[in-house]
């Protein structure tokens, strides 16, 4: 099984309202990954998970705030978030965060903030 | 800097031709390098990488990619071209951070479309 799942598929909320992103994935892996994109561009890494410490945060506002609750799941907590916020959030893993190993994507989540 | 580059937006060819989508790179050190598709409104799908060995790397779905180090090359190529094969692919290096940490930089993407 190489999947990771994501839900939900679609989004939509407001600036003041509170939501959470979820990831799964059952290989084993033991990096995980948020990533952001935008329309039309690449995906930008948000967050790295290795062994479900936070290892690397790239400068994210903290309306955004990850989770890591056991080695299969990612959250991602988002809360009063700004228009300029909607992308297709993409959750990844990796066997492990040496990144010989290939990353392996869920299919997003689309969020919309209004 | 440490960076990828795909110099094309979009790549047209014919159902049955050969493709060639561009990819070079600038990093210090060994390159590790990674091509992956993305289909409409969804995740990326991995399609092949190069870590060392040999220059001409087999992947997914027929597609291989050729590493050219004089070059800074990493072009994705696949000898006869599906319809299905349109699609957005990114290619994307590996840049190593502190302590012992690594991410992934991707291109900006090349959108491929085979006409029939």
């Known amino acids: 099984d190489t999947e990771v799942t994501q839900t939900p598929k679609h989004l939509v909320m407001g600036m003041t309202n509170k939501k959470s992103l979820k990831c799964e994935q059952h290989?084993?892996?033991?990096?995980m990954y948020w990533y952001k994109q935008k329309a039309k561009k690449p995906p930008e890494l948000m967050f790295v998970y290795s062994y479900e410490k936070l290892s690397i945060n790239e400068s994210v506002p903290s309306r955004f705030s990850p989770e890591c609750p056991n080695s299969s799941l990612l959250n991602l907590h988002l809360h009063a978030l700004q228009p300029e916020d909607s992308a297709l959030y993409l959750c990844?893993?990796?066997?492990?965060?040496?990144?010989?190993?290939?990353?392996?994507f869920g299919p997003g989540t689309r969020l919309t903030v209004t | 800097a440490q960076s990828v580059a795909q110099p094309e937006d979009q790549v047209n060819v014919a159902e049955g031709n050969p493709l060639t989508v561009k990819c070079t790179y600038s990093v210090s050190g060994n390159p590790y390098l990674f091509w992956y598709v993305q289909y409409p409104n969804r995740g990326l799908q991995f399609l092949l990488k190069y870590i060392t060995g040999d220059n001409l790397v087999k992947g997914s779905y027929g597609f291989e990619a050729e590493f050219n180090k004089s070059q800074t090359s990493f072009h994705l190529k696949k000898p006869s071209a599906l319809v299905s094969d349109s699609d957005l692919y990114f290619c994307a290096v590996r840049v190593p951070q502190g302590g012992g940490y690594n991410k992934l930089i991707f291109g900006a993407g090349t959108r491929l479309a085979v006409h029939p």
């Open positions: 290989m084993g892996h033991r990096a």
């Open positions: 990844a893993s990796s066997q492990d965060r040496t990144t010989t190993y290939e990353q392996y």
